[in-house]
């Protein structure tokens, strides 16, 4: 007996670690800057694949902005807004300004400073991009709860590194491996989105998406966003793209257009596909399968430094008026 029950606490013990952690829930006053329980996988591998001994806990934050002329008894909509490689900065006021004008509330996740990160500008590797995909997942999980907020009503726009999140968060085997309900987002905005690593699944959400991107954009480049979209719209998304002429990466930016000579890019290696479901790791460009162990120096070998980034007042202006004209069609349809 003493040999079953000890046998039990070693399991539990072994199995503690990885429980899940106590479900959050908002409450009707609940605005401004809000905490919430996040996890910081080590890689997208262990994300999919659900291996949970590799999702560190971390407290991440994010501030909700409601719009001004609703009534606090009225449900809004809301957009998560996911930043790039160099942080949450100003220009993410500019968006919720944008959203909150249209009657749709803002949550914009800051998932560098809570971890530590300043920038990922100079060196990709700080952080892996499975645990941006996680800080969205799971800020969808948490304002669904908030009695304000029309859970059937979520929608994400990421900026670079966070247009990634945009994407990704629209393929099934990677939603379904964090949420494990039918809540999903309502709409996807990437916007000047890195499109070279592509974690496909022809299982999407088929929720609308509306791709942004730069034509002069020599960061994330875009082609492979444009080749992209075609997939989407062939798993049955409805997908727009739209292409600003003269714009660079970043062209909401408050600086102006600036050479980054240490800015890394992998935009000369191709697109790297991962297909989810059998994580087979294809470079596009030759059709070479890429062993997990060799991916660091595949990159290695072809990555390069040295960017544009900065702002395109025009190109700004008529991106900040397709985001909301897109998101008033979703959101608030015409009978």
């Known amino acids: 007996m003493k040999f079953i029950l000890s046998a039990w606490i070693s399991v539990l013990l072994i199995l503690a670690p990885f429980a899940p952690a106590q479900a959050q829930t908002l409450d009707a006053n609940a605005k401004g800057r809000i905490e919430f329980q996040s996890y910081t996988p080590k890689t997208m591998f262990d994300l ?6 590799n999702w560190v806990e971390q407290k991440i934050w994010g501030d ?5 002329r609703v009534s606090a008894s009225e449900k809004v909509p809301v957009i998560v807004l996911m930043h790039g490689s160099a942080g949450l900065g100003r220009a993410m006021s500019q968006w919720v300004d944008a959203f909150n004008e249209i009657g749709v509330a ?18 990709q590797t700080i952080l892996s991009t499975a645990a941006n995909l996680m800080d969205a997942f799971e800020a969808l999980r948490v304002l669904s709860t908030h009695p304000r907020i029309d859970a059937s009503r979520i929608g994400v726009m990421g900026f670079s590194k966070g247009g990634e999140v945009a994407f990704r968060s629209a393929v099934e085997p990677l939603r379904h491996a964090v949420i494990k309900s039918d809540l999903k987002f309502a709409l996807h905005i990437p916007t000047y989105a890195g499109c070279n690593q592509v974690y496909w699944s022809a299982q999407l959400t088929k929720a609308p998406v509306l791709n942004l991107i730069g034509d002069l954009d020599d960061y994330s480049t875009a082609e492979p966003c444009v080749a992209l979209a075609k997939h989407y719209e062939d798993a049955g998304t409805p997908i727009k793209t739209i292409r600003y002429d003269g714009a660079h990466h970043a062209w909401d930016s408050m600086l102006q257009v600036t050479w980054y000579p240490n800015a890394t890019t992998a935009n000369p290696c191709g697109v790297t596909r991962w297909d989810v479901e059998t994580w087979k790791i ?8 890429i062993e997990p162990a060799k991916l660091e120096a595949f990159f290695a070998s072809c990555s390069k430094l040295g960017v544009h980034y900065g702002r395109n007042e025009k190109a700004f202006r008529q991106s900040r008026t397709d985001a909301q004209s897109f998101v008033q069609s979703v959101f608030f349809p015409k009978k």
């Not at 294809?282 to 399968?289: D, F, I, Q, R, V």
């Open 282 to 289: 294809t470079a596009e460009k030759t059709g070479e399968l």
């Open 64 to 68: 909700l902005s409601f719009p001004s």
């Open 106 to 123: 803002t949550f914009a996740v800051n998932s560098f400073a809570p971890r530590g990160i300043n920038s990922m500008v100079a060196d």
């Open 48 to 53: 999919a694949k659900e291996r949970r001994q």
